[in-house]
T-cell receptor, first 111, second 118 residues
Framework: GESVGLHLPTLSVQEGDNSIINCAYSNSASDYFIWYKQESGKGPQFIIDIRSNMDKRQGQRVTVLLNKTVKHLSLQIAATQPGDSAVYFC??????????FGAGTRLFVKA | GAGVSQSPRYKVAKRGQDVALRCDPISGHVSLFWYQQALGQGPEFLTY????????KSGLPSDRFFAERPEGSVSTLKIQRTQQEDSAVYLC????????????????FGEGSRLTVL
């Protein structure tokens, strides 16, 4: 069935280091994946997306990697800053309207 | 407004009371979604509207939950006879895409309505 999960519930990194947040999905029919960032007291905010016909996509300081063979998704944040501290969700979509969210990973950035 | 607006931001209800949560989506956005987010969890899909049509309500936990979008813009999520397990943040999101994700994929979320049932 449709499910999205995360390997680690929390991640702590030093300011300036790179962060890698991992996500596993189980629905092989999923063809679209999105990463959202949620700060305390706010709604999730779109970061970057990737379609299943790609294995890598880059944005500003962020890169998403997709490995369809092992159904794994990762978000890489370069030169992590204190403002990156938040909960990060991966989400999947099977081409319809329903976006399914994972449980989230909390990122702590140490100064 | 510039973004999705939700009200009230905070609501405390006594068990058994009815509550109504309002969502003003971004002007022109066809798709509107309601999600429920329990503490420490990811958002869980509740229901989806395309304009005024409710195309999917499979995520509504029980028949105490009801959502409407009569004119295809503002939406209201109503919870009747609230229970403690209804305590959560209720998030509203809108999207320009009719499929809710096929074009840009971006859902624009409001800040949510935090419901606490005592």
């Amino acid at each position: 069935g449709e499910s999205v999960g995360l390997h680690l519930p929390t991640l702590s990194v030093q300011e300036g280091d790179n962060s890698i947040i991992n996500c596993a999905y189980s629905n092989s029919a999923s063809d679209y994946f999105i990463w959202y960032k949620q700060e305390s007291g706010k709604g999730p905010q779109f970061i970057i997306d990737i379609r299943s016909n790609m294995d890598k996509r880059q944005g500003q300081r962020v890169t998403v990697l997709l490995n369809k063979t092992v159904k794994h998704l990762s978000l890489q944040i370069a030169a992590t800053q204190p403002g990156d501290s938040a909960v990060y969700f991966c989400a999947e979509n099977t081409g319809g309207f329903k976006t399914i969210f994972g449980a989230g990973t909390r990122l702590f950035v140490k100064a | 407004g510039a973004g999705v607006s939700q009200s009230p931001r905070y609501k405390v209800a006594k068990r058994g009371q009815d509550v109504a949560l309002r969502c003003d989506p971004i002007s022109g956005h066809v798709s509107l979604f309601w999600y429920q987010q329990a503490l420490g969890q990811g958002p869980e899909f509740l229901t989806y509207f395309q304009n005024e049509a409710q195309l999917d309500k499979s995520g509504l936990p029980s028949d105490r939950f009801f959502a409407e979008r009569p004119e295809g813009s503002v939406s209201t999520l109503k919870i009747q006879r609230t229970q403690q397990e209804d305590s959560a943040v209720y998030l509203c999101a809108s999207s320009l895409a009719t499929s809710g994700g096929a074009n840009t994929g971006e859902l624009f979320f409001g800040e949510g309505s935090r419901l606490t049932v005592l």
